[in-house]
């Protein structure tokens, strides 16, 4: 089956730096590759998307780029804010039904 | 709209005793999933249903795990005689329709197996 991994575990950074998270996936069949956030004592909700038709994504302050031949999907937040906080997840789909996650990532933005 | 929701939201038993978990998807979506993930792991899909019918149900650990969604609504999900590896925070999300549609998740039952 699919094998997604993401690093890196934890990160932090000052606010208003830069902040990526990678993820690499195994099944060249994957086609849908989600992102998640996670507050603390919050339910993960969808914050970005992309299909495998589409080289990158942005919107507003978090862009994804996905490269199929070498099998890795990137998460970027630019101009970090405290907000920005959280657990990062990403996954992959082949279906769109089955969701193969990463182990997370942990952002830490420092005011 | 009412998001998805889990109850309970936290959980501890005893090895050996029986918790029952449930989970109300959005309304109007066909598609429920569970979820569960051990701390610092991934979140590990157990399984799918489609209305009633369990879909894809391959991420079930074992036989000591049985999903319900009787009616189509609301799912249930039952841990019987539960160890003490099935710790961990149970997730179901919801979606619409076929294809390709943002999973909506719950906030999760934390399970403590003592």
């Known amino acids: 089956g699919e094998n997604v991994e993401q690093h890196p575990s934890t990160l932090s950074v000052q606010e208003g730096d830069s902040a990526v998270i990678k993820c690499t996936y195994s099944d060249s069949a994957s086609n849908y590759f989600p992102w998640y956030k996670q507050e603390l004592g919050k339910r993960p909700q969808l914050i970005i998307d992309?299909?495998?038709?589409?080289g990158e994504k942005k919107d507003q302050r978090i862009a994804v780029t996905l490269n199929k031949t070498a099998k890795h999907f990137s998460l970027h937040i630019t101009e970090t804010q405290p907000e920005d906080s959280a657990v990062y997840f990403c996954a992959a789909s082949i279906t769109g039904n089955q969701f193969y996650f990463g182990t997370g990532t942990s952002l830490t933005v420092i005011p | 709209e009412a998001g998805v929701t889990q109850f309970p939201s936290h959980s501890v038993i005893e090895k050996g005793q029986t918790v029952t978990l449930r989970c109300d998807p959005i309304s109007g979506h066909d598609n429920l999933y569970w979820y569960r993930r051990v701390m610092g792991k991934e979140i590990k899909f157990l399984l799918h249903?489609?209305?009633?019918?369990?879909?894809?149900e391959s991420g079930m650990p074992n036989n000591r795990f049985l999903a319900e969604r009787t009616g189509g609504t609301y799912s249930t999900l039952k841990v019987q005689p539960a160890e003490l590896e099935d710790s961990g925070v149970y997730f179901c999300?919801?979606?619409?329709?076929?294809?390709?549609?943002?999973?909506?998740f719950g906030p999760g039952t934390r399970l403590t197996v003592t």
């Open positions: 992309i299909r495998s038709n589409v």
């Open positions: 249903f489609v209305k009633e019918s369990k879909q894809d």
């Open positions: 999300a919801s979606s619409q329709g076929r294809g390709i549609y943002e999973q909506y």
